[in-house]
C-alpha cells in the first residue's frame, strides 16, 4: 500500500481509533498504526472487563447484605462465568479482527507494527516510513510502571492485564499500588474470596482523592478483611514455597500466591524516538496546547499527554482534533471539571479539584459536606458515604466536588456539570432536589457551604 496518507493516527487505543474511523467516514486518507489490538487497552485489559469483574463483585457483596433486608441466600462465587464473559466480550480469546475490519470498510488503512517517529509528519514502522500530508497525531497511551524493586524481574507478577485474563481466583493476593486500579482489583478478588493485602507507599490508599474518600475506603476494605499497609515501600521480592513475599521497609514480609503490581502508569518517550519531532525524550508526556498541537502538523492525545489516564479524556481529546482538522470551530480544552471514578464499592467519584488542591493554588475556598447515611435514600440503603463540595467563595461557583456511597459515579454528573458550567451557588441552592435520592444529599452540602 501506499506509504503516504492525508492523516496518521499513531496508536489505536479507544481515542486513536475513534479518531481515525471519524476521519475516514469524513473522506480522509488515514492510515492507523498499532503494534497491538486496535480499541487498545480500555476494551481488552481496562475499564470494559474490569468493570465486568466489578459488577459480579457487588453482586456478591449485595447478595451477602440481604439478612439485613429480606431473609438468607447462600452465595457460592463462581469465577469461571466471570472469566467466560470477559473473554467472550475481548472478542473470542483478545482478537480485535472485528475492530481493524470496522475501520478498513470506513476506508482506512492498518499498519500491524511498532512505530518510531522520524519527523513530526513521519513514522518508521519495521522499516517502512509512513508519512502524513497533512497531520501525524500520537494516541500511543501508557504502559504500566514497574519500580526497581529488587528480585521483582525474578517474579511471575501480574499487571492489569494478567489479572483480567485470570482464569482462577488466586488464594491470597499481594497488591502493590492503592491507586484506583489497584484499590478496584483488590477488592474484586477479596469479594471472590482471596486474602488480601494492600502495599502503598503513601499515607493512604486512592492519595489523590480527598482525605475523606481514602479513609471511607480503609474503613470499608479493613470491614470486608481486606489487609492495608500505608506509608510503606517495599524493598524486596521473592518467591519461596509457592508463594512470592514482599519484604518492606520496616523489615517484616507480606506474601501471596500472587503479586499484582499496579504502581501506576507511565508514557515511554524514548521508545517514540519523540526527539526526532523535536520533542523532549525525558519528559513524562508530550506537551500540548489547549487545541492538542504538539508541533508543526504533529498532535497527540489521551494518556500520552498526561492530561489525565482515562478513556473519556481521550475520547475528548479526539473530538477536537476532529474538528481542529477538519477546519471547524473548536472550543479549546477545558479540563477544571475532569471526573474520575474509581468503582469500588462504595463507588468514589470526583471531579475538579480537592480541597487541599484548591487551597495550594490560593483559591479563596468554601467547603460544604453532608453524610450519605444522614439522608433519606442513604438510610433506606444503609449506604456509607459522602457529598464533599469545594467552592470558590469569591466567584461563588463550585471549583471541585466528591460523590462518595451507593452510585457515587452517576450522582457525579450534575456535580461535574455544575463545575464545568460555572453554575453559580446560589443557583444550586435554590434548584429542586428529586426525593428520596441519593443525589439530594447535595442539597444539604450546597446549604452548608452557604454557612461557611
Given amino acids: 500500500m501506499s506509504t503516504t496518507a492525508d492523516v496518521i493516527v499513531l496508536g489505536m487505543g479507544p481515542g486513536g481509533e475513534y479518531l481515525a474511523g471519524k476521519l475516514a467516514d469524513a473522506g480522509r486518507d488515514v492510515i492507523g498504526i498499532d503494534h497491538r489490538l486496535v480499541g487498545g487497552e480500555c476494551p481488552y485489559w481496562g475499564c470494559i472487563p474490569s468493570k465486568m469483574m466489578v459488577r459480579a463483585a457487588d453482586l456478591i457483596a449485595e447478595a451477602r447484605r440481604l439478612p439485613d433486608f429480606a431473609g438468607t441466600l447462600k452465595v457460592e462465587p463462581n469465577w469461571t462465568k466471570v472469566a467466560s464473559r470477559i473473554r467472550n466480550e475481548a472478542t473470542d480469546n483478545w482478537d480485535d479482527k472485528v475492530a481493524v475490519e470496522r475501520f478498513e470498510k470506513k476506508g482506512g488503512r492498518f499498519v500491524r507494527g511498532t512505530g518510531r517517529l522520524t519527523g513530526t509528519k ?17 494516541a500511543t497511551g501508557t504502559e504500566p510502571v514497574i519500580p526497581p524493586i529488587d528480585g521483582l524481574s525474578n517474579v511471575d507478577y501480574w499487571t492489569n492485564r494478567e489479572a483480567i485474563e485470570a482464569d482462577h481466583v488466586p488464594s491470597s493476593l499481594v497488591v502493590l499500588g492503592g491507586g484506583a486500579i489497584g484499590c478496584e482489583l483488590a477488592q474484586v478478588f477479596a469479594h471472590f474470596g482471596s486474602e488480601v493485602t494492600i502495599v502503598e507507599g503513601e499515607r493512604h490508599i486512592l492519595s489523590m482523592e480527598e482525605v475523606e474518600a481514602c479513609e471511607l475506603l480503609q474503613k470499608t476494605f479493613s ?23 514482599v519484604r518492606l521497609q520496616e523489615g517484616q514480609d507480606v506474601s501471596g500466591e500472587r503479586l499484582l ?27 500540548v496546547d ?87 435514600r442513604g438510610w433506606i440503603h444503609k449506604g456509607e458515604g459522602f457529598i464533599k463540595l469545594v467552592a470558590d467563595r469569591k466567584r461563588g461557583v463550585l471549583v471541585g466536588a466528591t460523590s462518595a456511597g451507593p452510585c457515587g459515579g452517576e450522582v457525579l454528573s450534575m456535580l461535574a456539570l455544575a463545575i464545568h458550567a460555572r453554575v453559580p451557588l446560589k443557583t444550586l441552592g435554590t434548584m429542586i432536589y428529586a426525593y428520596p435520592t441519593f443525589h439530594r444529599a447535595i442539597e444539604t452540602a450546597v446549604q452548608e457551604l452557604e454557612k461557611a
Fill in 223 to 245: 470491614d470486608e478483611g481486606i489487609t492495608i499497609a500505608t506509608g510503606a515501600k517495599a524493598t524486596s521480592v521473592s518467591k519461596q514455597h509457592g508463594k512470592v513475599y
Fill in 122 to 138: 513521519s513514522v518508521e514502522v519495521d522499516g517502512t516510513e509512513y508519512t502524513a500530508e497533512r497531520a501525524l497525531v500520537v
Fill in 290 to 376: 489547549d487545541h492538542l498541537r504538539a508541533g508543526d502538523g504533529l498532535w497527540a492525545l489521551g494518556d500520552v499527554t498526561g492530561k489525565g489516564l482515562f478513556t473519556h479524556i481521550a475520547m475528548y481529546h479526539a473530538a477536537i482534533i476532529f474538528k481542529d482538522l477538519q477546519g471547524e470551530a473548536v472550543e479549546p480544552a477545558d479540563y477544571a471539571a475532569l471526573p474520575r471514578v474509581t468503582f469500588t464499592d462504595p463507588e468514589i467519584g470526583a471531579a475538579g479539584l480537592t480541597e487541599p488542591k484548591a487551597r495550594e493554588q490560593g483559591i479563596d475556598v468554601a467547603v460544604g459536606k453532608s453524610d450519605i447515611p444522614s439522608s433519606t
Fill in 261 to 287: 503490581v499496579a504502581t501506576g502508569r507511565r508514557a515511554d518517550l524514548k521508545r517514540l524516538n519523540v526527539e526526532a519531532a523535536g520533542l523532549d525524550p525525558e519528559a513524562k508526556f508530550i506537551e
